[in-house]
């Protein structure tokens, strides 16, 4: 029998082995970062105002977090050691990190800017109210959901019921999707956001009535994911923040309390953290490293077939 090579083992065990992860997820009431199911990782710095830690994102082995009071980005290591990344005049609800970069909204201008994850000048990168594509038929913009994704950036605006997308330095932005026709041209006011890539699905929640809605990546075949009510977990929802991982949705809800997560094919949830006494405002989804490992290996091997 011919013997397998470590890296064919890796990549055996890569593909017959689901995912591990560890959810990581902000508290507003606690002014706290903390690990499914309720595990302290930080505290949010004071400094001079009251905090409020939103969005969280990860990448490069650390974790990057917005405050809404303070007008702050941080940044986390894995250890629980936080430092300051930028303050800014402007008001964040969502972040997305993607190699140095870190991008998010600001409400106070209805603008998506960006801010290296060392620190620095604030780059302006879309003034959405200026976009003018035909599809936009309200000129009151409100930029959340940010996410980068496929090689774009993404968001939603849940004043003028679209989603976005734009390349990484700001430009060609145009619409993707009108989230009306996910209920019968009705508003749905997108808010946090979910780029699935290699599902071909974006996915966002509506807080003012509880749901989940989905598209395809284009906008089409859009409609009802799922209605919160129906998960048996609950009748009071704030959903505020959105990921998708390994076939689940992650889902932060600031009403419920906590994180959940849902089955993308079931539609099954399983409540990640106590109910009734965390109101999550954000949540990341981070592979363990045994995983990233795993991954890094898949990488290494497609690097030395395409040398080959």
Do not use: C, H
């Not at 008001?91 to 994850?117: E, K, L, M, P, Q």
């Amino acid at each position: 029998m011919k013997k397998m090579t470590w890296m064919a083992l890796a990549m055996t065990t890569m593909a017959s082995t689901a995912m591990a992860q560890t959810v990581y997820y902000t508290v507003d009431s606690l002014d706290q970062i903390k690990i499914a199911p309720d595990t302290f990782l930080a505290d949010v710095p004071a400094g001079s105002g009251n905090p409020l830690p939103s969005d969280i994102d990860f990448a490069g082995g650390k974790l990057y977090f917005n405050d809404l009071l303070q007008d702050k980005i941080f940044q986390v290591e894995l250890n629980g050691t936080v430092s300051e990344v930028v303050t800014f005049s402007g008001t964040t609800n969502s972040i997305a990190v993607s190699g140095n970069t870190i991008y998010f909204d600001d409400g106070t201008t209805d603008t998506i800017r960006s801010v290296s994850t060392s620190g620095g000048a604030v780059t302006l990168l879309v003034d959405t109210t200026s976009i003018t594509d035909s599809s936009v038929y309200s000129s009151t913009r409100t930029p959340r959901g940010v996410n980068v994704a496929g090689g774009k950036l993404w968001w939603t605006d849940s004043s003028a019921d679209l989603v976005f997308n734009a390349d990484l330095n700001g430009a060609n932005a145009q619409v993707v999707a009108d989230t009306r026709a996910a209920d019968g041209g009705q508003s749905t006011s997108p808010f946090a956001l979910a780029v699935d890539i290699p599902g071909d699905k974006l996915y966002w929640t509506e807080g003012s009535r509880d749901n989940i809605f989905v598209s395809d990546l284009d906008g089409s075949n859009a409609g009802l994911f799922v209605d919160l009510d129906t998960l048996g977990l609950g009748t009071s929802w704030n959903p505020v923040d959105l990921e998708v991982f390994e076939g689940s949705l992650y889902l932060a809800d600031a009403s419920y309390d906590g994180v959940i997560e849902i089955d993308i094919a079931t539609k099954a949830a399983t409540a990640l953290t106590p109910s009734g006494s965390i109101p999550a405002r954000g949540v990341a989804v981070i592979p363990e490293p045994m995983t990233l490992a795993l991954l890094g290996l898949g990488g290494l091997a497609a690097m030395r077939r395409r040398r080959a």
